[in-house]
């Protein structure tokens, strides 16, 4: 009974694409754990598109490299994708760990193809690449945006003499052509629903600084958001030792970088706590990966053992995370650390008395018409003054709220 205060292509895609694809191997009479495996498969599965573009373009980029660096580079990616942010968004049903992975993965993937293999029709390359970022989150072409215009500034100043003037317009060309790209999407995702679309920025004002300071989402998400921390700094190190040399690679590793920091900060600056889960940071690894990726290939090859040592201390601690949560049966997605045994149980109790009295409205998680598509709902997101407007509004006076219980 509202808007969705989005971007809606994703959803189109989700209902028109996926839904039907995806619907032959559901059924009512499946089991909650089943239904649970159904949707997160669904979502898993979009993920692993973008999971093997970035392996593509490992591939494709590590075709000359000495064996010590190319153990380094692989760790580098194998770490990332086992962090519990990228496992938990992988499974979660959202789109910031399924279509941002896949949208960002497939960009970078094309980008790579366009401009370092030396492809004919670079141009298009490039453009499509902008293209597939702007279909996301309102946020996501903005960061790009800001980013490109901020790489063609800096562009003008290190490449004033006549001698770099083919060089100048030719890196000029490529980001303007990934500009273009970024305008196009935005344009066709606004004539989709311009109102959803306006709303999209709204939502955004409206989450920024509106609940935990930095430290406390720090805090809050530390377990989730050091591992993408430690590639935000190391990708900036990597940039800055190696400046002008790095900027010559072209506009593409700098969008990258900028976009992969600029997600990070932005996310971390608006304090937005949400369910507990920070899955608006993963995008930012996927962004971050690629530039990593054709950076640390030049860089010089005397620390490749203590980064291999490093990464694989990385991926020990992350197995040894991921492990634990399994165990012991907790969330590594929504509400992390939860029993999901718990969260199942409280579910159903909800729906039970539901059931036995249609008075009674769970207010709780939309799922809940996933699982149980004849129950009565009212969604947690709108908060509990909003649910009770809503009940007020369109239900009788009999009709009250039941929550989980803590």
């Known amino acids: 009974m509202a808007t969705t205060d989005r971007n ?9 694409v996926v839904n039907p694809a995806t619907k032959i191997f559901y059924s009512e009479k499946l089991t909650f754990d089943q239904k649970t495996f159904h949707v997160r498969l669904v979502f898993l599965l979009i993920t692993v598109v973008g999971f093997l573009s970035i392996l593509i373009l490992l591939v494709q980029s590590t075709k000359d490299v000495t064996i010590s660096r190319f153990t380094v580079l692989n760790l580098l990616v194998l770490y990332a994708f086992t962090t519990p942010l990228l496992v938990g968004g992988s499974i979660q049903a959202n789109l910031e760990g399924s279509i941002g992975v896949a949208l960002f993965g497939l960009s970078s993937l094309i980008a790579y193809l366009g401009v370092y293999e030396l492809r004919k029709n670079v141009s ?3 453009f499509i690449a902008g293209f597939l970022i702007s279909l996301g989150k309102n946020e996501w072409p903005l960061i790009a945006l800001f980013t490109s215009f901020f790489y063609i500034l800096v562009l003008q100043f290190l490449y004033r003499d006549a001698a770099c003037s083919l060089v100048r317009k030719r890196q000029f060309s490529t980001a303007l052509t990934y500009v273009f790209g970024l305008l196009a999407g935005i344009l066709f995702c606004y004539l989709l629903s311009p109102k959803d679309y306006v709303d999209g920025y709204l939502l955004m004002r409206n989450m920024n600084g509106s609940h935990l300071p930095i430290l406390g989402l720090v805090r809050a998400t530390w377990s989730f958001l050091y591992p993408v921390a430690a590639l935000v700094g190391f990708a900036l190190f990597l940039y800055i030792i190696r400046f002008k040399k790095n900027f010559e690679y072209g506009p593409i590793i700098f969008i990258w970088l900028g976009s992969g920091i600029g997600m990070f900060t932005g996310f971390l ?8 889960f920070p ?3 993963i995008p930012s690894v996927i962004s971050l990966l690629p530039f990593l990726l054709i950076v640390l290939r030049e860089t010089k090859r005397n620390k490749d053992v203590f980064l291999a040592a490093i990464l694989l201390i990385g991926l020990m601690i992350n197995g040894l995370s991921l492990a634990q949560s399994y165990l012991h049966r907790e969330s590594i997605t929504s509400v992390p650390g939860l029993s999901t045994i718990k969260l199942r149980s409280d579910t159903i109790s909800l729906v039970g008395q539901n059931s036995a009295d249609r008075n009674l409205i769970p207010f709780d998680h939309f799922a809940i018409r996933y699982y149980f598509p004849d129950a009565d709902m009212v969604s947690n997101g709108m908060g509990l003054a909003g649910a009770k407007f809503i009940l007020d509004k369109f239900g009788n006076q009999t009709m009250r709220i039941i929550v989980a219980p803590e």
Do not use: A, E
């Not at 809606?8 to 028109?16: G, K, V």
């Not at 600056?269 to 507990?276: F, P």
């Open 269 to 276: 600056n608006s304090g937005w706590i949400g369910d507990g």
């Open 279 to 281: 899955r608006y940071f």
């Open 124 to 126: 298009v390359y490039i």
């Open 8 to 16: 809606i292509f994703p959803y189109c895609f989700l209902s028109m």
